[in-house]
């Protein structure tokens, strides 16, 4: 958002539909994601020339942490995350919003709010990016909700397009609205809860996520057993001896707490890497590998927790990189969350 245009009616609208969910939903935290663009001229023109607006005056009616003294007025805590948003750096700005919302307590309610919304076509610097969604969806854990600012588009069912696009970034999952149309008639808050992903999850199979890349999976090979494949490519962990087969519930109640709130049930994926370098060397890396140490191979390193069999499968390819995003994209879609040791896209 443009701090240009805080404290409007349509705040009244999306705070006071984010408290309601706060309230009704026992969620004591927020964490508003503003996507902060400040563009504006902070001057006054005036009959003896150009001049400065007061730095107080600014900061009075349009600092983005003044919506913390509501947050005490109510009893909700209001994490506001207003570092600058460059529309051209969009993913280390995604990237950096993950981690933070990694880092606060659940339950809480991750808000974007961006100046327009939800992009509808192709993404602007006043919209949130489909693929901005998804992985933001794929970060929140157990009880959060993720909402969406929006405001109205150029048809009247404006409202209805926008939550089709969150419900597909999100796995599917249902997306509700609120609005008001007695204050704002123009805007609406959009909102999922983290809890549908779990009755809309459907499993995906080792062959099937091969197949998003148009790869035929080699293997599997127990796990610590070496590989023998001088080419680079991509490699998966999983449950499975058999690429077509699913799986049950584990019990991972010994896994650390931060762990297990990753944890994604009936999934028979762990974990899906890529390699420019020889596929055996990664993978030895990957055997040596200590939790919790940066090196050899800190992606994937939650796999090193696990207590149950585990199996290799790979693929060659000239283009593991690209190989490795369709296979994550397709499991997130499917899934509504990205492998339980993956950590980003």
């Known amino acids: 958002m443009q701090g240009l245009w805080y404290g409007d009616r349509r705040d009244r609208v999306k705070w006071g539909a984010l408290l309601y969910l706060a309230k009704t939903r026992g969620i004591p935290r927020i964490l508003q994601v503003a996507y902060y663009r400040d563009g504006t001229d902070r001057s006054l023109e005036t009959t003896e020339g150009r001049v400065p607006l007061p730095e107080g005056v600014w900061e009075h009616f349009s600092s983005l942490r003044q919506i913390k003294r509501l947050g005490r ?4 805590k209001i994490i506001v995350l207003d570092e600058p948003f460059d529309p051209l750096k969009r993913d280390d700005y995604t990237a950096s919003v993950v981690r933070r919302i990694r880092a606060v307590k659940s339950p809480k309610i991750v808000f974007l ?5 939800i992009e509808p076509a192709s993404a602007r610097p006043e919209h949130v990016a489909k693929v901005d969604l998804v992985s933001i969806w794929a970060a929140l854990s157990k009880d959060d909700i993720l909402a969406a600012y929006q405001h109205a588009g150029h048809t009247r069912i404006w409202r209805t397009l926008r939550a089709r696009k969150m419900s597909e970034a999100c796995g599917g999952v249902p997306v509700h609205f609120i609005t008001g149309t007695g204050m704002a008639a123009d805007v609406a808050m959009l909102w999922s809860a983290w809890e549908e992903r779990q009755k809309m999850a459907t499993s995906m199979t080792v062959s099937e996520l091969f197949k998003e890349a148009d790869l ?14 001088s080419g680079c490519g ?7 001896r058999n690429p077509r087969l699913g799986c049950g519930r584990r019990k991972v109640e010994y896994l650390p707490p931060d762990e297990q709130k990753l944890w994604l049930q009936k999934q028979p994926i762990v974990y899906i890497g890529q390699t420019k370098r020889p596929l055996a060397v990664r993978i030895r890396e990957f055997y040596r590998h200590k939790y919790g140490e940066k090196r050899p191979h800190r992606g994937g ?14 693929a060659q390819t000239n283009n593991p990189r690209s190989a490795e995003r369709m296979m994550i ?5 499917r899934v509504g969350g990205l492998p339980f040791a993956n950590r980003r896209r």
């Open 301 to 314: 390193q939650a796999v090193k927790l696990l207590r149950c069999a585990l199996w290799i499968y790979w």
């Open 234 to 240: 991509v490699y998966v962990v999983a449950f499975v």
């Open 73 to 76: 007025a109510t009893g909700t």
């Open 113 to 117: 709010d961006p100046d327009t919304g």
């Open 216 to 229: 035929s999976p080699c293997g599997p090979v127990p796990w610590r057993i070496p590989l023998s494949v």
């Open 329 to 333: 994209n397709a499991f997130v879609e």
